[in-house]
């Protein structure tokens, strides 16, 4: 990775920030220098990202399941507002939290049992045979609604006499 001059750095910076407020793009064309560098101190300038010395562990490492817990015991009685506080303060994001407190309820949940294990498979067969069952009538009831309008046009085409016995005779088959 290539790096700039702090000056360099200060002069672009002050060139992409209020009263200048030059374009990006445009003074990435000029010095040659990516777009994304340029984003990153302006967001570095601006605080909207705070920047890590490499002394630092990476900010990508997880914290271990002790300091999840203890961050949900800590945060359990705070409202939206502190926590959204907290989470800025801690550098958390506030669903990374709310997930691990999910976790954490889901962890004590009981088991379900092996008679409600069983129920809930008599259930899913009871619904697969009504599924079935449903489709069935739906077909039937299809058909039936195609032969009415059969018979209808027939009736309109032929007369009443002759829809009456090609009624019979589809009948008697």
Known sequence: ????????????????????????????????????????????????????????????????????????????RLNEHELGEYCRTKGLYVQQVQAWRERCSAANAAAPSRAGQEQAREQAREIRHLRGELQRKDQALAEAAALLLLQKKVQARWGAGAAASSTSRSVSK
Request: charge should be positive.
């Open 1 to 76: 990775m290539k790096s700039y001059p702090q000056e360099l750095k200060d002069r672009l910076t002050a060139r992409m920030l209020a009263p200048h407020n030059e374009s990006i793009t445009a003074l990435a064309r000029e010095t040659q220098i990516p777009k994304d560098t340029l984003y990153g101190w302006r967001a570095i300038a601006l605080g909207r990202v705070n920047p890590t010395p490499a002394a630092e562990p990476a900010s990508g490492a997880a914290p271990s399941s002790d300091v999840k817990f203890a961050i949900v015991v800590e945060t359990a």
